[in-house]
């Protein structure tokens, strides 16, 4: 028998088993937004499915004063579709109320899951999950550790932590914060998440580069031009005003999201899609994304901030004056930035980065940008207009990948004009995907698949890039603020740091 042409690619990285090992998930931040919006509805969604073993069970702890009868309440509000399974799991959940920083708290948490392991066999297996703000990581993982929670309960197999962004606010906190993790867990038991890495998408374009022949041959200096990442939003900060002043885009979406597209996009082939080799890959690409000096970050980069305008035909208000903002507030709602890659591969082509709240429309895209033919043949002003080659990667919506080259317009005359090849996923696939990455990632911390996450030499070099432009922006003066018209593509100075070369913003196509 013959093998068959289109071989189904395994899940990129190791195919995740059916349902997790035995084990009590710990929630700290359990009355929390996070909870509510992420990971209460992942939850649900992996016992709809049957991703959640038998002996499992959930136990939140948070300062707001609960009992487990009003957490089980939000549990089921909060996932209000949600079928007979969810119920039957949310009957289980346990809720402490209590301080980070009291012992009383993990007395009463250590009780409950010992119960747990009695009643539901949990076998002494934990996992921990930080949905609270940053500020409190350490503690809560000292405090893990002094209990004795850091190890697995009797006769279990692990204990693993669960980290969500921020992590850190600059490179030195966030070395601060993996030194004082550190001292309570080891490093494979941490799980640090970006949700970008469970979106299919993002996921795709390991598929694309590395299961295919055609690509990996042009994916380099001599024929891509130009490369622009772009993840823009038509949000506002929305309800997140105040968490909003102590962040900006680039720690908010460049530091991490922006930062991981990037070394999926642009590092080199890896030996290996399992946790060890392809986080060496992103590393390796991270450590050779040049560094300016604070004064050359100036030049490079370009900060803005909505002013009020029309988002979706609807009337928006300025940032500063969102709740939570202050009235002169010098946080960034837009940067961009202009970045070079300083290896074999990629020198000498521009990557080009954007990201901004309340723009045009939500999207986000790689797009990347070939030579021009080294002498056009043909004639005629649509000849002259024809776009370079591009091949753009759209991570949502619309998810697909569409590759744009010239194509003859049918007539007598020889007419060439851009035109668009296009995959969409939607039309293509009808497996179900997952609306965010949440199931997926939650579910690989529990299975204990590391391969997704994000390793803490990848953190600590995403900081060593970010870094300059905010010492630069900290300084009296050191690169102006821009506004922009809610509604617009960013600050008009944005489209300098690309016309030096002679290029421009893509319009990202909707
Ligand atoms: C989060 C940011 O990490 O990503 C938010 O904190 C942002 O400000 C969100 O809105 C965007 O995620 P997505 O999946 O909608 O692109």
Known sequence: MTAPLTAPLTAPLTSPPQQTPPLALVIFGASGDLTSRKILPALANLAERGRLAEEFTVIGVARTEWSDEEFRQVALKDVPDAG?????????????????????????????????????????????YLATIPSVFSLIADALAKEGCNVPGEGGEFARL???????????????????????????????????????????????????????????????????????????????????????????????????????TLMEPPTGMDATHLRDEKVKLLKAVDIPTPDEAVDKAVRGQYRAGVVDQLAVPAYRDEEGVASDSMIETYVALRLRVENWRWAGVPVYVRTGKRL????????????????????????????????????????????????????????????????????????GRESDGYPRLLHDAMCGDATLFIRTDEVEQAWRIVDPYLEAWAEPGGGGLHFYRAGTWGPHIADLLLERSGDSWRIPEL
């Open 84 to 128: 007979e399974h969810w119920r039957e799991l949310v009957e289980r959940f346990r809720y402490v109320p209590g301080e980070y920083a009291s012992t009383e708290t993990f007395d009463r948490l250590k009780a409950l899951l010992a119960e747990a392991d009695q009643r539901y066999g949990t076998h002494g297996n934990r996992v921990y």
């Open 360 to 431: 045009p429309a939500r999207v986000t895209e790689v797009a990347l940008q070939f030579h021009r033919v080294p002498f056009l043949a043909f004639e005629g002003e649509l000849a002259r207009q024809l776009r370079p080659n591009t091949l753009v990667l759209r991570i949502q919506p619309n998810e697909g990948i569409s590759l744009h080259f010239g194509a003859k317009v049918p007539g007598e005359e020889f007419r060439v004009q851009s035109v668009a090849m296009d995959f969409l996923y939607d039309t293509t696939f009808h497996e």
């Open 162 to 264: 669960v980290v969500e962004k921020p992590y850190g606010k600059d490179l030195e906190s966030a070395l601060d914060l993996d030194a004082a993790v550190h001292r309570a867990f080891d490093e494979d038991q941490i799980f640090r998440i970006d949700h970008y890495m469970g979106k299919e998408t993002v996921q795709n374009v390991l598929a694309l580069r590395f299961a295919n022949a055609v690509f990996e041959p042009i994916w380099n200096r001599r024929y891509v031009e130009q490369i622009q990442i772009t993840v823009a939003e038509s949000i506002g900060v929305e309800h997140r005003g105040g968490f909003y002043e102590t962040a900006g885009a680039l720690r908010d979406i460049v530091q991490n999201h922006v930062m991981q597209v990037l070394a999926l």
